[in-house]
T-cell receptor, first 116, second 115 residues
Framework: NAGVTQTPKFQVLKTGQSMTLQCAQD?????MSWYRQDPGMGLRLIHY???????DQGEVPNGYNVSRSTTEDFPLRLLSAAPSQTSVYFC???????????????FGNGTRLTVT | AQSVSQHNHHVILSEAASLELGCNYS??????LFWYVQYPGQHLQLLLK??????LVKGIKGFEAEFIKSKFSFNLRKPSVQWSDTAEYFC?????????????FGSGTRLQVQP
């Protein structure tokens, strides 16, 4: 049982380049989300999904796109990278059920992205 | 908007000292509360959680937290810290806002335990 798998672990981009951060989970979790972690700011929610075909914006969605074509995968796309997007990105998932608000998040190991 | 405040940004303690990390949130409705821990170089892991019932919850590794509804607080405590507790600790609040499920994290507290 791999849990939440993120790739790549490290990435360096030049301003204006595009790339996709991959996230996959094998726990049949309905809820998936992307956070960015910056010093002194904790984790901020970028986008999230409550199931295949459903996505919604979080706190800091600008500059990022997501899609959820399957339950397992939730890729995060940067269309035109900017230095302000230098951060550590975490994907997280959880169960959604009748008590959906109580499900703790399972985090991936993170992707450290540097935009020059 | 929902927010979570962790006022201690960096705490340095000696081994065996007692720990209390503050967490306050701003939301008037029903909340679920969490503490996550991030050890150096690792991802976040759940430390403990409060859903309902006894406001004093116990988590892993001897940590506990007390939910005080009147103070909108969920402080984390440990009677005697160890060097291995060196990590960053995040408080998080989960509440339903306008039909959306939202988990908001605090900015984190970096704990450094000196041997």
């Amino acid at each position: 049982n791999a849990g939440v798998t993120q790739t790549p672990k490290f990435q360096v981009l030049k301003t204006g380049q595009s790339m996709t951060l991959q996230c996959a989970q094998d726990m049949n979790h309905e809820y998936m989300s992307w956070y960015r972690q910056d010093p002194g700011m904790g984790l901020r929610l970028i986008h999230y999904s409550v199931g295949a075909g459903i996505t919604d914006q979080g706190e800091v969605p600008n500059g990022y796109n997501v899609s959820r074509s399957t339950t397992e995968d939730f890729p995060l796309r940067l269309l035109s990278a900017a230095p302000s997007q230098t951060s550590v990105y975490f994907c997280a998932s959880s169960l959604l059920g009748g008590d959906s608000h109580n499900s703790p998040l399972h985090f991936g190991n993170g992707t450290r992205l540097t935009v020059t | 908007a929902q927010s979570v405040s962790q006022h201690n940004h960096h705490v340095i303690l000696s081994e065996a000292a007692s720990l209390e990390l503050g967490c306050n949130y701003s939301y008037g409705g029903t909340v679920n509360l969490f503490w996550y821990v991030q050890y150096p170089g690792q991802h976040l892991q759940l430390l403990l959680k409060y859903f309902s019932g006894d406001p004093l919850v116990k988590g892993i590794k001897g940590f506990e937290a007390e939910f005080i509804k009147s103070k909108f607080s969920f402080n984390l405590r440990k009677p005697s810290v160890q060097w291995s507790d060196t990590a960053e600790y995040f408080c998080a609040v989960n509440a339903r806002l306008a039909g959306r499920r939202a988990l908001t994290f605090g900015s984190g507290t970096r704990l450094q335990v000196q041997p």
